[in-house]
């Protein structure tokens, strides 16, 4: 069972930035694809970003352009630059990380865009 611990939430005023981590560890086989899902208070879990080993991205229209996420193999971490930040994109952020038995979950960092 892989174990993902995120860091790196806060809060930040509307146009600023937050950069988040998720580091794997425990019993990894292969991970293939690693990213970040988002809940916002009333609304279901959705997919931001994700990435595969190989280095593909892929990102919710609602973020493309704010938002980039990077991964480090070896590390076995995935990190996520956040700009331009928007207080709809105010929720909990979980890392995922998906191995060919199955996906885990991190157990989520908030993320609040106030002024």
């Known amino acids: 069972q892989v174990q993902l611990v995120e860091s790196g939430g806060g809060l930040v005023e509307p146009g600023g930035s937050l950069r988040l981590s998720c580091v794997a560890s425990g019993t990894i086989f292969s991970i293939t694809v690693m990213g970040w899902y988002r809940q916002a208070p009333g609304k279901q879990r959705e997919l931001v970003a994700t990435?595969?080993?190989?280095?593909?991205?892929n990102y919710a229209d609602s973020v493309r352009g704010r938002f980039s996420i990077s991964m480090d193999n070896a590390e076995k971490t995935v990190s996520m630059q956040m700009n331009s930040l928007k207080p709809e994109d105010t929720a909990v952020y979980y890392c995922i990380a998906d191995e060919l038995i199955g996906r885990s979950w991190g157990h989520g960092t908030q993320v609040t865009v106030s002024s």
């Open positions: 990435i595969t080993s190989g280095g593909r991205s």
